[in-house]
C-alpha cells in the first residue's frame, strides 16, 4: 500500500502548492450530504482493507476505503456490530465515508455516536505528512481527542487513511412493539421509559404509530415487553434498516421540499411546524418535510435549545448546517488551516468560508 500513500502525497502536496481543491470521496453514496462536492477527486477506494482485527478485545483497524459490507461480514462471523448502526445509503460505501460523515442510524440514541466508537485515526494533512492520533485501546486518551473530532468533519480537515474502532457484541435478544399514539403522547411516553431501566435501542414515530425496539439480554428483553404491553411486530428488522437507510416510505423524496434534520431535546414538545414529520431517538432526532420558510425552522429549533440541518434536497444557498457562532467559526478557521494551510481539502462542503 505503500505505492498508493505516496500517490496521495503527490497529489496533495501537487494541490496544496497550486491552491487547487481537492474532493475526497470513496463511492460518493453520500455526496449529496453537505454543500456541493469541487475539486479534482480524490478516490479513497484503492486503499483499503482490514489491518487488524480482535474480537476478544473488540476493536477493529481499516483503511478508508475498505467497503463497509465488507467490515459488517467480518462483524457478523463473530457476532459483533458496529453499534452505531451507520447507513450506508446506497451500494460501495466505505469505512471512510461513515467516518467523515458521522452519520449513525436508530440505535445511536442509546449506544453513541459515530465518534464514541473512535479509538484512533491516521491522518494524511494538507503538507502531506502523516499524522497519528489515538491508539486501538479504550485507555489512549492522553492529550487532545483528534481522533473524535475528524469523526463527521466530511473530509474539510485531511484524508483519513485509517481508523480504529470499538465494536461490539450482537444482543442476545431483540423485538419490537408498536404503539398507537398520538404525537405529543409519544414524546411523553419515550421520556418517561428514557428514566427507566429499559433495553430501549430504537424508536420511531410517524403519524400516530410508535415503534420501540428492545434489545439484550433475553430476560431483560421479556421483562421489558410484559411491562411495557404493545403489539409484538414479528421480523421488524426490516423496518429498522428502512429507517437507517432512508428507505422508508416518509423518506419518499418531496419534489417541492427539503428534508429537514432537527436535533432537539427530547423533551421538547411538537414544534408548530407544518409538513410531515417523523421522530427518531427518543424524541432528540426529528425529520422534516415542511413548506415553512427556512428561517423559521432555524429559530423555532434554536429557541428549544437544539438545531437543524437541511439534510437532502431542497435550496442549500442559505445553508445546509447551522450557522456557527463567531467565537466557534474561529476555532473551526484555526483547525482547517492547522491541518490544511492551503484550505484543498473539500472546501466549503460544511461551511461557505471553511
Avoid at 119 to 135: C, N, Q, S, V
Avoid at 173 to 200: C, H, M, V
Avoid at 225 to 235: F, P, R, T, V
Avoid at 311 to 328: E, Y
Wanted: with cysteine; glycine share 12%; proline share 5%.
Amino acid at each position: 500500500m505503500d505505492h498508493i500513500l505516496h500517490a496521495y502525497r503527490e497529489q496533495i502536496l501537487r494541490a496544496s502548492a497550486n491552491r487547487t481543491a481537492l474532493c475526497l470521496q470513496g463511492s460518493g453514496s453520500k455526496q449529496w450530504y453537505g454543500q456541493e462536492p469541487q475539486g479534482e477527486l480524490l478516490d479513497t477506494r484503492v486503499y483499503h482493507g482490514i489491518v487488524a482485527y480482535e474480537p476478544t478485545e473488540l476493536v477493529m483497524t481499516a483503511r478508508c476505503g475498505t467497503p463497509l459490507s465488507e467490515i459488517t461480514a467480518a462483524l457478523d462471523q463473530e457476532n459483533q456490530m458496529l453499534a452505531f448502526e451507520p447507513p450506508q445509503f446506497g451500494p460501495g460505501a466505505t469505512l471512510g465515508g461513515v467516518f467523515a460523515a458521522g452519520l449513525a442510524g436508530p440505535r445511536r440514541a442509546t449506544a453513541g455516536a459515530v465518534r464514541d466508537f473512535a479509538l484512533g485515526a491516521t491522518l494524511m494533512d494538507g503538507r502531506g505528512e502523516l499524522l497519528r492520533f489515538g491508539g486501538q485501546v479504550m485507555k489512549n486518551v492522553a492529550g487532545y481527542d483528534v481522533s473524535r473530532l475528524l469523526a463527521g468533519s466530511m473530509g474539510c480537515l485531511g484524508l483519513v487513511l485509517d481508523i480504529s474502532l470499538k465494536v461490539l457484541p450482537k444482543p442476545f435478544a431483540e423485538t419490537t412493539l408498536a404503539f398507537a399514539l398520538s404525537e405529543a403522547d409519544a414524546i411523553t411516553r419515550l421520556n418517561q421509559w428514557g428514566g427507566q431501566a429499559l433495553p430501549i435501542s430504537g424508536s420511531a414515530w410517524q403519524v400516530g404509530r410508535l415503534m420501540l425496539r428492545l434489545s439484550g439480554a433475553e430476560a431483560a428483553v421479556r421483562a421489558a415487553k410484559l411491562s411495557l404491553g404493545g403489539e409484538e411486530i414479528a421480523d421488524a428488522s426490516a423496518y429498522w434498516a428502512s429507517l437507517r437507510e432512508q428507505e422508508h416510505d416518509f423518506f419518499s423524496q418531496d419534489a417541492e421540499h427539503g428534508l429537514w434534520r432537527l436535533s432537539l431535546p427530547a423533551t421538547t414538545p411538537a414544534l408548530a411546524l407544518s409538513g410531515k414529520s417523523l421522530i427518531e431517538w427518543g424524541g432528540a432526532q426529528r425529520w422534516l418535510f415542511s413548506d415553512e420558510a427556512p428561517q423559521r425552522i432555524r429559530e423555532l429549533a434554536r429557541a428549544a435549545g437544539g438545531h437543524v440541518t437541511l439534510f437532502r434536497g431542497g435550496d442549500k444557498s442559505a445553508g445546509v448546517f447551522t450557522p456557527l457562532s463567531k467565537p466557534l467559526a474561529q476555532v473551526h478557521r484555526n483547525l482547517k488551516t492547522s491541518f490544511d494551510p492551503a484550505g484543498i481539502f473539500n472546501p466549503g462542503r460544511m461551511y461557505p468560508d471553511l
